[in-house]
């Protein structure tokens, strides 16, 4: 039997605000009371963003909310940046990529894999411009008419 690869939370404002030429998956270092409240869908992905730091990856305000999990013993952020799982070869070439093109890593999705893990979907993107916004939501405008009219 097959496990279908959920989808835990998404990042709806990404592909209205970023033009995404490339994505990757990638793992996340998450520790016990921060699984609990992702599974359980207390998560948010809004304004989060990667960083490269000291040779690593690290995302940056993913808001996990541990209230319902909170133990007193482990004081931890509900924004604490997470280290992300990638291999050395992978973070030079993505580096690159970033540092030459002055491009963006924002999270897309947040699923667990057919294995159960928990992953993350990062798109690799530059900025839209407000005149550039325009002329995508008129884009996606005349393709929601267009389909209208092919139904009829």
Same mark, same amino acid.
């Given at each position: 039997?097959?496990?279908? %690869?959920?989808?835990?939370?998404?990042?709806?404002? &990404?592909?209205?605000?970023?033009?995404?030429?490339?994505?990757?998956?990638?793992?996340?270092?998450?520790?016990?009371?921060?699984?609990?409240?992702?599974?359980?869908?207390?998560?948010?992905?809004?304004?989060?963003?990667?960083?490269?730091?000291?040779?690593?990856? #690290?995302?940056?305000?993913? =808001?996990?909310?541990?209230? &319902?999990?909170?133990?007193?013993?482990?004081?931890?952020?509900?924004?604490?940046?997470?280290?992300?799982?990638?291999?050395?070869?992978?973070?030079?070439? %993505?580096?690159?990529?970033?540092?030459?093109?002055?491009?963006?890593?924002?999270?897309?999705?947040?699923?667990?894999?057919?294995?159960?893990?928990?992953?993350?979907?990062?798109?690799?993107?530059?900025?839209?411009?407000?005149?550039?916004?325009?002329?995508?939501?008129?884009?996606?405008? #005349?393709?929601?008419?267009? &389909?209208?009219?092919?139904? =009829?």
């Amino acid at each position: 039997m097959k496990k279908l %690869i959920s989808i835990i939370a998404q990042n709806r404002k &990404a592909k209205f605000n970023y033009h995404i030429t490339e994505k990757i998956e990638v793992g996340i270092v998450l520790q016990g009371p921060e699984v609990k409240s992702i599974r359980g869908g207390s998560v948010s992905l809004d304004n989060s963003y990667a960083v490269f730091k000291k040779g690593e990856f #690290w995302i940056i305000n993913l =808001h996990v909310d541990l209230k &319902a999990y909170h133990n007193n013993e482990k004081k931890l952020s509900n924004i604490r940046p997470k280290k992300l799982l990638l291999k050395k070869n992978e973070i030079s070439k %993505i580096n690159m990529k970033i540092k030459q093109n002055g491009l963006t890593m924002i999270p897309l999705d947040l699923h667990f894999n057919k294995k159960g893990f928990i992953k993350i979907l990062l798109g690799i993107s530059k900025g839209r411009k407000k005149k550039d916004l325009r002329e995508y939501k008129k884009q996606q405008d #005349w393709k929601k008419e267009k &389909a209208r009219l092919e139904k =009829h």
